[in-house]
């Protein structure tokens, strides 16, 4: 069958998107297909939706925030299958691209800037607000998700989703994005690790290797992922190490002196693939140090 996937999306605000995709082919080919089986990513509240409406080429709609790739399982009425592959794209099909910080935001959110939730629709990326030596900042939580945006920013948010599901949303701390002028950006950091039960250090493919103008971004002292891991090492905050797909748990060799201490610690590999299942063997060994409430 010689068919593609298409794809419409727009932005609908707060940062998430209005997205579509549908079957296209020639008349004659659609009018034989039976039905679509459509498979999204795993942190849907439901991953695999069936549609049989030949009239509007099998379209399947949602709202999220992220990009993923969508599989599309095709059975046609004499029995004939064809399996599809797309990635979705948001703003470069009429999605709003995301708004330049401002200087002050620069500075802070180089890396942690915003973690959204999930893909299927649930609640919007949560803002903080930390005031150094205020009455307002953060409260006791029991953990701190300690992540490069550029190298696990939606494995993070699918993840962050399952931890509020089981821990609340009061409880887990993935990011500082709002901020009072004055403030200074490691200060409110080591609070927040501070307060925490179990940091989680999320390891992905450029986690060790990214990079800015002054070099290899976990040589600075100044990286905050890595004043993050420095804090808890400091204060034996449990740290769990959870390393995406195949990445491989660094080497002391290639950290620095600070941090050697994170390769002593047990791994948790969450893949893709499995992520259901990997996510909740985690839930489970974070239940040991925080307990139902």
């Known amino acids: 069958m010689n068919l593609v996937i298409r794809q419409a999306a727009s932005y609908a605000g707060n940062e998430r998107w209005d997205w579509s995709v549908w079957i296209d082919g020639p008349d004659a080919v659609l009018d034989q297909v039976e039905s679509v089986e459509w498979v999204l990513h795993p942190t849907f509240p439901d991953p695999v939706v069936l549609v049989t409406q030949r009239q509007s080429k099998f379209r399947l709609s949602q709202n999220g925030w992220g990009e993923f790739e969508i599989n599309a399982n095709v059975k046609a009425k004499d029995g004939r299958r064809q399996h599809l592959t797309h990635q979705l794209r948001l703003a470069e099909s009429g999605g709003r691209p995301a708004q330049p910080a401002s200087a002050e935001q620069s500075a802070a959110f180089s890396d942690n800037e915003q973690t959204p939730t999930d893909q299927g629709g649930q609640s919007a990326p949560t803002r903080r607000r930390i005031e150094i030596g205020g009455k307002s900042g953060i409260g006791s939580i029991d953990i701190f998700?300690?992540?490069?945006?550029?190298?696990?920013?939606?494995?993070?948010?699918w993840l962050r989703e399952r931890l509020?599901?089981?821990?609340?949303?009061?409880?887990?701390?993935t990011d500082v994005d709002v901020l009072p002028p004055s403030a200074e950006f490691p200060t409110a950091i080591i609070g927040a690790v501070a307060s925490c039960k179990v940091l989680l250090a999320i390891i992905g493919p450029k986690w060790l290797t990214a990079t800015d103008e002054l070099g290899r971004r976990i040589e600075n002292a100044n990286d905050f992922v890595r004043l993050e891991i420095e804090e808890a090492l400091a204060r034996s905050v449990p740290i769990f190490p959870i390393l995406m797909d195949d990445t491989l748990m660094p080497r002391r060799q290639d950290l620095p002196a600070s941090l050697a201490g994170?390769?002593?610690r047990q791994a948790f590999i969450i893949?893709?693939?499995?992520f259901p299942d990997d996510a909740d063997r985690l839930v489970r060994a974070l239940r040991r140090i925080i307990p139902d409430q």
């Open 145 to 157: 998700v300690s992540y490069r945006r550029k190298d696990s920013m939606y494995f993070t948010g």
């Open 262 to 264: 994170l390769v002593e």
């Open 271 to 274: 893949r893709n693939e499995s």
């Open 164 to 173: 509020i599901n089981n821990f609340g949303a009061d409880q887990v701390f």
